[in-house]
């Protein structure tokens, strides 16, 4: 039998997979470890998943579970059926889980509850919202786990508050900043500035990228129609891109708001094409969790269109400021940075592109052979 300790990864939507990338490339280097990938099925169009993987160079998933699109209550249970078959075929010594994804939280009550101890990297982050379902999916994968990957100084408190051991909780940086310092040289010979026409001759235009997914953003068509008249305002004045979710896209297509055409609506893009874009962006606008802190890690100042964050450094110390939903304040926000009065702000401490080693090797540490998960009956 071997003596590597066997790590199920797990991914299911595309914001895992910048993260996975750099904790299987050194789990890959340590000969005492066994990595397995397991993707869910969350995400299965070409452009929210199979891109990302070929980009990034992360090794195809052994096992598919492709549970595809549902509700929560569907997503999260197949994905808990179909999970728990593998773990007992394949007898892991750990599971690791990313993010705040349905994928996140059901894999984790799958393992813990077949006694196979839970690893989850970006631990600890909260919005205080518990009418946002990546709330809810934080929570329950903080309670299980007893690996505690944190990002943020914030994190580890709410985990104290919560009740997890210290012992648990390593502060350990940032994994997606570890991927946007590596791509970050191969993104900008991407030739996507040129093919929207954001290049020339001189260098780039000056330009916004947005991005909005939250339901609680898309899912009501006068919320969705009140923010799009505000970023309008704005593409009034500067272009912007908008690479479309497949859930916004749907909403879009039901209500068929106009826009002006600087709005530039666009397929979602590969993770290179959008790091190239971002890092050469004058500013963005979003709701999306991890885009606030690659534009802090970028230095681009961020608006970000919810009332909360979860990823408070991202504020304290990045450029990131939260402007909500209110269509005024967003075209006012905007239009600061348009006079050269964007938010400036610095990388926080431990996102400095080791966070995947830290990880690693608090688990090799760890010596987590022989902790074989219990037979279900
Ligand atoms: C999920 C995550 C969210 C994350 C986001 C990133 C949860 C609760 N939410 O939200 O935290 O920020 O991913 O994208 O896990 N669809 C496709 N193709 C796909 C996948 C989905 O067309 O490959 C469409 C389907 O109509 C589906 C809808 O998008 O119903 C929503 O997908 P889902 O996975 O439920 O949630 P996201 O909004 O993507």
């Known amino acids: ?95 690791l889980v990313v993010g705040d994804v349905n994928s996140t939280i059901a894999v984790s009550l799958a393992a813990v509850k077949m006694g196979i101890p839970v690893a989850h990297v970006e631990a600890g982050l909260r919005s205080f919202d518990r009418s946002m379902p990546e709330e809810i999916n934080r929570v329950l994968t903080d309670a299980l786990a007893e690996y505690l990957f944190v990002t943020e100084d914030d994190a580890v408190d709410n985990l104290l508050r919560e009740g997890r051991p210290r012992e648990f909780i390593h502060l350990v940086g940032n994994v997606m900043i570890d991927s946007l310092l590596h791509f970050l ?22 330009f916004g990228v947005l991005t909005l997914h939250r339901p609680s953003n898309v899912d009501s068509m006068e919320k969705l129609a009140e923010l799009l008249g505000a970023i309008d305002t704005i593409a009034q004045q500067v272009p912007i891109v908008f690479p479309v979710h497949p859930r916004t896209q749907h909403r879009l297509s039901q209500a068929g708001i106009k826009h002006h055409p600087q709005l530039r609506l666009i397929q979602p893009l590969g993770y290179l094409e959008f790091l190239c874009l971002l890092s050469k962006a004058t500013f963005a606008l979003t709701d999306s969790g991890g885009i606030q802190e690659e534009t802090t890690a970028l230095g681009i100042p961020c608006l970000t269109l919810r009332e909360n964050t979860e990823r408070p450094v991202t504020v304290s110390r990045g450029t990131n400021l939260l402007v909500g939903t209110n269509a005024s304040r967003i075209v006012a926000a905007a239009e600061q940075i348009l006079r050269g009065d964007g938010k400036k702000g610095q990388t926080p401490p431990l996102w400095d592109g080791h966070a995947a080693e830290r990880i690693v090797e608090i688990l090799v540490g760890a010596g987590l052979r022989g902790r074989r998960c219990a037979d279900v009956t």
């Open 1 to 95: 039998m071997s003596d590597r300790s066997k790590i199920i990864n797990i991914v299911g939507a595309r914001p895992n997979l910048p993260k996975i990338a750099p904790i299987i490339r050194e789990m890959q280097r340590r000969p005492e470890i066994e990595p397995l990938l397991v993707h869910t099925g969350q995400h299965y169009d070409e452009n929210l998943s199979n891109i990302f993987f070929r980009q990034m160079g992360i090794p195809a998933p052994q096992i598919n579970l492709g549970v595809g699109s549902g509700t929560h209550a569907e997503q999260t249970g197949e994905i808990l059926k179909r999970v728990e078959p593998i773990f007992l075929e394949q007898r892991p010594d750990l599971v």
């Open 185 to 206: 040289p191969l993104a900008q010979q991407s030739h996507i500035g040129d093919d929207l026409g954001l290049r020339n001759g001189k260098g780039w235009e000056y």
